[in-house]
């Protein structure tokens, strides 16, 4: 089976803080995604990235930014939390190529305060 | 730009019951539709993965359809129970995109 594992399920910060998200997949995906979730407006791609050290902007990048420096770790970056930033956070990843089943982690819950 | 909506957003079922969730979708050039499956606070499952070509897909009381002329995907679970009670969100993959676009979700209970 697939397992993507998220390194916190929980984690709260301070404004202005410089937060950091990990993503471990096990399966030798060439592909990771970063969603937040938010209620009543869904799941939305933050970033994602195809391969090691390249990244592709999502829909919402503003105010994040992402690092994959090994193939099976990709990295949610808030460089300056702010409370509006404050959601769920979903990794994913899938085999290469564009068009493969996606599977997700548990997700980290971040409250900023 | 593509919208999934999934109706309703809510969905009561006492157990036992056959029951359809669905799935709609504005741009019919997808290369395929995912269903999942959240628990409260969970990430997501996945649950069947159909392909552009594909009308069915089926996993155990689970059946996925997909009409691509209409816009359209079901989802088709049999012999409902307790334990399938949770979100499910449809997702379409569009043609010449990595990106998922996602439906809100139907929340489903099934009442003992």
């Known amino acids: 089976d697939v397992k993507v594992t998220q390194s916190s399920r929980y984690l709260v910060k301070r404004t202005g803080e410089k937060v950091f998200l990990e993503c471990v997949q096990d399966?030798?995906?060439?592909?990771m995604f970063w969603y937040r979730q938010d209620p009543g407006l869904g799941l939305r791609l933050i970033y994602f990235?195809?391969?090691?050290?390249?990244?592709e902007k999502g829909d919402i990048p503003e105010g994040y930014s992402v690092s994959r420096e090994k193939k099976e770790r990709f990295s949610l970056i808030l460089e300056s939390a702010s409370t509006n930033q404050t959601s769920m956070y979903l990794c994913?990843?899938?085999?290469?190529?564009?068009?493969?089943?996606?599977?997700f982690g548990p997700g980290t819950r971040l409250t900023v305060l | 730009k593509q919208e999934v909506t999934q109706i309703p957003a809510a969905l009561s079922v006492p157990e036992g019951e056959n029951l359809v969730l669905n799935c709609s979708f504005t741009?019919?050039?997808?290369?395929?539709l995912q269903w999942f499956r959240q628990d409260p606070g969970k990430g997501l499952t996945s649950l069947l993965l159909?392909?552009?070509?594909?009308r069915e897909q089926t996993s155990g009381r689970l059946n996925a359809s997909l009409d691509k002329s209409s816009g359209r995907s079901t989802l088709y679970i049999a012999a409902s129970q307790p334990g399938d009670s949770a979100t499910y969100l449809c997702?379409?993959?569009?043609?010449?995109?990595?990106?998922?676009?996602f439906g809100k979700g139907t929340k489903l209970s099934v009442i003992p």
């Open positions: 994913a990843s899938s085999e290469g190529g564009i068009y493969n089943e996606q599977f």
């Open positions: 399966m030798d995906h060439e592909n």
């Open positions: 990235s195809y391969d090691v050290k390249m990244k």
């Open positions: 741009d019919s050039a997808i290369y395929n």
């Open positions: 159909i392909q552009s070509s594909q």
């Open positions: 997702a379409a993959h569009g043609a010449g995109s990595y990106q998922l676009t």
